[in-house]
């Protein structure tokens, strides 16, 4: 997509502020409660590639703690980045981060980036990152896109989520969450699921529901766990 001089530098500006703005806070944050660190450390020892999943309005402080407690112990990430705008600034991030895009989404350029991250998991090495509500929802819904590439690659899927106690929420589809500085997190990463390959329609949306299922808790334990600190 051809754009023009000022957009290509407002992008540019906007995508090491985001950086800046996700290290900055992210660094700040006092994470309290980390369920699944056995998950974690399972990874960094054996290094197998898995899909890292969280929802789109995670993606702050999820992304950061990805970044930090992984990516920069060697396990590579190649991020699922939708074609949309906003798509183009976090993909800007990511490669400011040093990792790789495969640029697709359910609704645009779907078999390229399955074509990609199939060639990411089985002959580089690399995890991958998805948003399965994204780019436009419904929030918490778990698309079949997603469902698809973990069948297709035969990798784990390995579900993150975070919340805090002080956070900003957007006005946007997805009420995107942004801890405030300082603040008190939970994160958790759950145990790997693995989906088996379907071979109906029915079968492929038991799947989907599953996972989904799977993240809604996910997301209802953080919550609970950071209510109950007080």
Same mark, same amino acid.
């Given at each position: 997509?051809?754009?023009?001089?000022?957009?290509?530098?407002?992008?540019?500006?906007?995508?090491?502020?985001? +950086?800046?703005?996700?290290?900055?806070?992210?660094?700040?944050?006092?994470?309290?409660?980390?369920?699944?660190? /056995?998950?974690?450390?399972?990874?960094?020892?054996?290094? +197998?590639?898995?899909?890292?999943?969280?929802?789109?309005?995670?993606?702050?402080?999820?992304?950061?703690?990805?970044?930090?407690?992984? $990516?920069?112990?060697?396990?590579?990430?190649?991020?699922?980045?939708?074609?949309?705008?906003?798509?183009?600034?976090?993909? +800007?991030?990511?490669?400011?981060?040093?990792?790789?895009? !495969?640029?697709?989404?359910?609704?645009?350029?779907?078999?390229?980036?399955?074509?990609?991250?199939?060639?990411?998991?089985?002959?580089?090495?690399?995890?991958?990152?998805?948003?399965?509500?994204?780019?436009?929802?419904?929030?918490?819904?778990?698309?079949?896109? *997603?469902?698809?590439? !973990?069948?297709? *690659?035969?990798? /784990?899927?390995?579900?993150?989520? $975070?919340?805090?106690?002080?956070?900003? /929420?957007?006005?946007?589809?997805?009420? $995107?969450?942004?801890?405030?500085?300082?603040?008190?997190?939970?994160?958790?990463?759950?145990?790997?699921?693995?989906? *088996?390959?379907?071979?109906?329609?029915? /079968?492929?949306?038991?799947?989907?529901?599953?996972?989904?299922?799977?993240?809604?808790?996910?997301?209802?334990?953080?919550?609970?766990?950071?209510?109950?600190?007080?």
């Amino acid at each position: 997509m051809k754009r023009s001089f000022r957009k290509e530098l407002l992008l540019a500006i906007a995508s090491r502020v985001m +950086r800046w703005l996700i290290q900055g806070i992210g660094r700040t944050c006092r994470v309290k409660i980390v369920v699944g660190q /056995e998950v974690i450390e399972d990874l960094l020892n054996n290094r +197998r590639p898995v899909i890292f999943c969280f929802w789109h309005n995670r993606i702050f402080f999820s992304a950061y703690y990805l970044y930090r407690h992984l $990516f920069r112990k060697g396990i590579h990430l190649t991020v699922l980045i939708s074609q949309s705008d906003d798509g183009e600034l976090i993909a +800007r991030v990511v490669k400011l981060w040093g990792g790789t895009l !495969a640029r697709g989404s359910s609704t645009r350029g779907g078999k390229d980036a399955l074509s990609i991250l199939n060639k990411a998991i089985r002959k580089e090495n690399s995890s991958i990152v998805t948003t399965p509500d994204g780019p436009k929802g419904p929030v918490y819904q778990f698309q079949l896109g *997603t469902v698809i590439a !973990a069948q297709f *690659t035969g990798a /784990e899927i390995v579900p993150i989520c $975070f919340d805090a106690d002080k956070k900003w /929420e957007l006005k946007s589809w997805d009420k $995107f969450i942004i801890p405030k500085p300082f603040s008190n997190v939970v994160v958790s990463f759950g145990k790997p699921v693995k989906l *088996t390959r379907s071979k109906s329609e029915e /079968e492929r949306e038991e799947s989907r529901l599953v996972i989904e299922n799977v993240m809604r808790q996910q997301k209802d334990q953080v919550t609970s766990l950071l209510n109950a600190m007080g």
